[in-house]
């Protein structure tokens, strides 16, 4: 089993992220229940290629969470300075990352993965 604290931790760590335990730990657990499901057998549960997966997925799910439609792009500008933001390369940069970080815990985890193709004969 994936420690929820350890996912917390990371998430912090790693991302900065901004909220309550009592917010956060459930995203957590959600995110463990879900890599959990694809651990193989006897994989070290608390290796620190699921536990960045995990922080990662829970990252994602936060910048989707706090992201609002309404905040296309904001645009400062003085003098020679400008300061955008876009949430959506917030997005894209958190789907990286969980991206990223589930390409290393690979090796830890089952290939459920299903192809179809068409069979020649």
């Known amino acids: 089993m994936i420690e929820i604290w350890s996912i917390l931790d990371a998430v912090r760590r790693n991302h900065a992220a901004e909220g309550a335990d009592e917010e956060l730990a459930p995203l957590c657990a959600a995110a463990a229940k879900e890599l959990e499901a694809r651990i193989k057998d006897g994989a070290d549960c608390t290796d ?3 536990i960045n997966a ?13 992201t609002r439609p309404d905040e296309a792009v904001t645009s400062f500008k003085a003098g020679d300075v400008t300061v955008s933001i876009s949430p959506s ?6 789907e990286k990352e969980k991206s990223d970080a589930l390409i ?9 993965g299903f192809v179809f193709r068409q069979v020649s004969i």
Do not use: F, H, Q, T
């Open 54 to 66: 995990c922080a990662a997925m829970v990252n994602y799910r936060l910048c989707l969470k706090n």
């Open 104 to 112: 290393a815990a690979l090796p830890l985890l089952r290939d459920d």
């Open 48 to 50: 620190i290629r699921l």
């Open 89 to 94: 390369a917030i997005i894209e940069r958190a």
